[in-house]
């Protein structure tokens, strides 16, 4: 009887067992594909460090740069920039409601000085290069027209500012009435910046995207404004719904490459929409892409051949495109992160190594390709081969919300990565958190 009774419990796991991995694969599997599993867990190995920066408000990160001492050339640390909504913890000196936030700290993330940026209504900083004089430059979305903009006039849009090595504002200027979504230092010192026009800049009567480069007056000192050297607009023809630049690289032939949303589809729907130029900005090619909503580019970078590749969202799925800017963009690859039944990934930074694509974003898809480990949205990184072969992946977070929005190599030599981004846990790989969303710092390897 005994016997029977033990070969009944063994009989029953297996039909439970069966059953669980029907279920499973009901989720996850569409018919005729396979689903890659390449999700690990987080280990201590990988997650080299983090840090939490903010106030008892919603606090958020942007943009990430290496800080260089002007004299040697060394890293002395990593610039910042996103906004800051709160007034205590690591922010003093906000002017009320969102402030762009500039913050610089040590390679071991430990923060070295603070700056808020802007007046009382809502700022947000958008994107921040270093500059050769140890400071830096950071492109803001200012909506205020008092206090550090009180003299820019009644919308201020796009403005740069200047923040010198020791985090004090040199300069803030406005450029246009548009919103800056991403900046890049540009080959011959300049910096390139993305993102929409609002109506009253705007070629079409639409808002539309832009890029729009700067570079240092020769005749002036280096504390002076940048001047315009390019100024574009990207889009379809009148009575559309407009453009938006979320990314933007230069290519080997001195021209851009910017990645965004067109929502000029008959219902508005957004699609991955791609714009090669000419080094003087003329645009050479574009590219549209869909397979459901929301379809938007958030990234794009060179790859060492000299094409690009771009990565977003198409439906529910992460994306990663090469594309050819030689060839009117040409797709070369495309490389596709399938979500479960619920939820989503999205990459919204990329880079590529002399031998990878690393991509970071974030997950809310816990039967997917890249499975969230915490709970609510994680922050995902990614590791691509050349060829588009998907190489490893990983999540990090807590229970709540965490996403990385910028990613740069580290520069201690080894293959560990910096990302910026928010979270909203405050358990998990999360600790230090202020209160409500904070600006994420996270040192990772891959």
């Given at each position: 009887?005994?016997?029977?009774q033990?070969?009944?419990?063994?009989?029953?796991l297996?039909?439970?067992?069966?059953?669980?991995?029907?279920?499973?694969?009901?989720?996850?599997?569409?018919?005729?594909?396979?689903?890659?599993?390449?999700?690990?867990?987080?280990?201590?190995?990988?997650?080299?460090?983090?840090?939490?920066?903010?106030?008892?408000?919603?606090?958020?990160g942007?943009?990430?740069a290496?800080?260089?001492?002007?004299?040697?050339?060394?890293?002395?640390?990593?610039?910042?920039?996103?906004?800051a909504?709160?007034?205590?913890?690591?922010?003093?000196?906000?002017?009320?409601?969102?402030?762009?936030?500039?913050?610089?700290?040590?390679?071991?993330?430990?923060?070295?000085?603070?700056?808020?940026?802007?007046?009382?209504?809502?700022?947000?900083?958008?994107?921040?290069?270093?500059?050769?004089?140890?400071?830096?430059?950071?492109?803001?979305?200012?909506?205020?027209?008092?206090?550090?903009?009180?003299?820019?006039?009644?919308?201020?849009?796009?403005?740069?500012?200047?923040?010198?090595?020791?985090?004090?504002?040199?300069?803030?200027?406005?450029?246009n009435?548009?919103?800056?979504?991403?900046?890049?230092?540009?080959?011959?010192?300049?910096?390139?910046?993305?993102?929409?026009?609002?109506?009253a800049?705007?070629?079409?009567?639409?808002?539309?995207?832009?890029?729009?480069?700067?570079?240092?007056?020769?005749?002036?000192?280096?504390?002076?404004?940048?001047?315009?050297?390019?100024?574009?607009?990207?889009?379809?023809?009148?009575?559309?719904?407009?453009?938006?630049?979320?990314?933007?690289?230069?290519?080997?032939?001195?021209?851009?490459?910017?990645?965004?949303?067109?929502?000029?589809?008959?219902?508005?729907?957004?699609?991955?929409?791609?714009?090669?130029?000419?080094?003087?900005?003329?645009?050479?090619?574009?590219?549209?892409?869909?397979?459901?909503?929301p379809?938007?580019?958030?990234?794009?970078?060179?790859?060492?051949?000299?094409?690009?590749?771009?990565?977003?969202?198409?439906?529910?799925?992460?994306?990663?495109?090469?594309?050819n800017?030689?060839?009117?963009?040409?797709?070369?690859?495309?490389?596709n992160?399938?979500?479960?039944?619920?939820?989503?990934?999205?990459?919204?930074?990329?880079?590529?190594?002399?031998?990878?694509?690393?991509?970071?974003?974030?997950?809310?898809?816990?039967?997917?390709?890249?499975?969230?480990?915490?709970?609510?949205?994680?922050?995902?990184?990614?590791k691509?081969?050349?060829?588009?072969?998907?190489?490893?992946?990983?999540s990090f977070?807590?229970?709540?919300?965490?996403?990385?929005?910028?990613?740069?190599?580290?520069?201690?030599?080894?293959?560990?990565?910096?990302?910026?981004?928010?979270?909203?846990?405050?358990?998990?790989?999360?600790?230090?958190?202020?209160?409500?969303?904070?600006?994420?710092?996270?040192?990772?390897?891959?």
């Open positions: 009887m005994k016997l029977f033990s070969f009944g419990i063994v009989l029953l297996i039909c439970l067992l069966a059953s669980c991995k029907k279920v499973q694969q009901a989720d996850d599997l569409q018919p005729g594909k396979v689903l890659y599993r390449s999700s690990k867990p987080v280990a201590q190995s990988n997650l080299i460090w983090q840090k939490c920066f903010g106030s008892s408000s919603n606090d958020d942007s943009s990430i290496v800080a260089k001492d002007p004299a040697t050339g060394a890293a002395t640390g990593y610039f910042f920039v996103g906004t909504g709160g007034n205590d913890g690591n922010v003093s000196g906000n002017h009320g409601l969102n402030d762009a936030w500039v913050v610089k700290m040590k390679l071991d993330g430990t923060l070295i000085w603070q700056l808020p940026i802007g007046g009382s209504n809502y700022d947000y900083g958008k994107g921040v290069v270093a500059t050769d004089d140890g400071g830096c430059i950071v492109a803001i979305d200012g909506r205020s027209t008092d206090g550090e903009f009180s003299t820019l006039g009644s919308f201020p849009g796009l403005v740069v500012a200047k923040v010198s090595s020791t985090g004090t504002l040199v300069w803030a200027k406005r450029y009435s548009g919103t800056p979504n991403a900046m890049i230092k540009t080959s011959d010192g300049g910096v390139a910046i993305t993102g929409y026009l609002n109506e800049d705007a070629v079409d009567p639409q808002e539309s995207m832009f890029l729009i480069k700067l570079n240092p007056d020769p005749n002036a000192t280096t504390d002076q404004p940048y001047l315009i050297s390019l100024n574009k607009t990207y889009g379809f023809p009148s009575g559309t719904n407009g453009e938006t630049g979320y990314a933007v690289c230069e290519t080997t032939a001195k021209g851009f490459v910017l990645a965004g949303a067109s929502y000029s589809s008959a219902n508005s729907n957004p699609r991955f929409y791609v714009v090669g130029t000419a080094a003087d900005g003329t645009e050479a090619w574009n590219r549209l892409f869909e397979d459901g909503s379809d938007i580019g958030w990234g794009v970078t060179t790859a060492p051949d000299g094409n690009v590749v771009a990565t977003g969202r198409m439906g529910s799925n992460m994306v990663v495109f090469k594309l800017p030689s060839n009117k963009g040409a797709t070369i690859w495309q490389t992160y399938l979500a479960g039944k619920f939820g989503g990934i999205t990459g919204f930074s990329i880079l590529c190594t002399s031998q990878d694509c690393i991509i970071t974003g974030s997950t809310t898809s816990n039967r997917g390709e890249i499975k969230e480990t915490q709970g609510g949205e994680d922050l995902i990184l990614v691509l081969g050349l060829d588009g072969t998907k190489k490893s992946s990983y977070g807590g229970t709540a919300n965490d996403r990385g929005k910028g990613i740069i190599p580290s520069v201690d030599g080894t293959t560990a990565y910096i990302v910026l981004g928010y979270t909203n846990s405050n358990n998990g790989d999360v600790s230090g958190n202020h209160g409500q969303s904070d600006v994420w710092a996270v040192k990772l390897s891959l």
